[in-house]
């Protein structure tokens, strides 16, 4: 069955500052990842998606995740944090893109101060 | 175009009542994904169903815990009998008839709490 680990719990970054959240998956084929973000009180909203091709994909909000097979990794990452980011971020993956559930990671919680 | 919307955003119930949570997909959209997040942790899948079908309970637990996707209405997950452990977010996505996971879309959830 597959997983997601995301190592760090909560992180805090200084506005302006550039940010990496880390993301491993484990499935033994080609997996379907994505990146969630949640703000307090919200539903999911999807902030990028990798299915297939260019392994370096690009999402909403100025952010964007790089897929690394020989890694099992798909780290989200942004050049320049902005307050408004502060949220919690999932990472998940899912056996294809049809209609087969997600399974997410537990969840890094950002932080951004002054 | 209204997104996912789910009610109650807040329900309390005291132990061995029930709680039904319901769930309104988005306008066009035929399946329903229900979610529990426990606290610190990720979302965990329930179940998965389309109008008038379940399609994959594999995550719902085996008691107390049941779902429905009439074909007028909204989706409703019921909980019977809850527990103190019956506490969480419960959210609710969908998507629409061509179905694919980069169209599903969050509701923004009901909290469940349990006294």
């Known amino acids: 069955a597959q997983s997601v680990t995301q190592p760090d719990i909560h992180i805090t970054v200084s506005e302006g500052a550039s940010l990496e959240l880390r993301c491993n998956y484990s499935y033994g084929a080609t997996p379907y990842l994505f990146w969630y973000v949640q703000s307090p009180g919200q539903g999911l909203q999807l902030l990028l998606k990798y299915f297939s091709g260019d392994t370096l994909v690009q999402g909403i909000k100025g952010f964007e995740a790089e897929f690394k097979r020989s890694q099992s990794s798909f780290n989200l990452r942004k050049p320049s944090v902005h307050w408004s980011d502060a949220a919690e971020y999932f990472c998940?993956?899912?056996?294809?893109?049809?209609?087969?559930?997600?399974?997410f990671g537990k969840g890094t919680r950002l932080s951004v101060i002054a | 175009n209204a997104g996912v919307m789910q009610n109650p955003r807040h329900l309390v119930r005291r132990r061995g009542q029930e709680a039904r949570l319901r769930c309104s997909p988005m306008?066009?959209?035929?399946?329903v994904y229900w979610y529990r997040q426990l606290p610190e942790e990720g979302l965990k899948f329930m179940v998965y169903?389309?109008?008038?079908?379940?399609?994959?309970e594999s995550g719902m637990p085996k008691e107390r815990f049941s779902a429905e996707f009439p074909k007028e209405g909204p989706s409703i997950l019921r909980i019977q009998q809850v527990v103190r452990g019956d506490s969480a977010a419960y959210f609710c996505?969908?998507?629409?008839?061509?179905?694919?996971?980069?169209?599903?879309?969050f509701g923004s959830g009901t909290q469940l709490s349990v006294l």
């Open positions: 996505a969908s998507s629409p008839r061509s179905s694919t996971n980069e169209k599903l879309f």
């Open positions: 306008k066009g959209h035929s399946h």
């Open positions: 169903l389309q109008k008038e079908n379940i399609i994959d």
């Open positions: 998940a993956v899912a056996t294809s893109s049809g209609n087969t559930p997600l399974v």
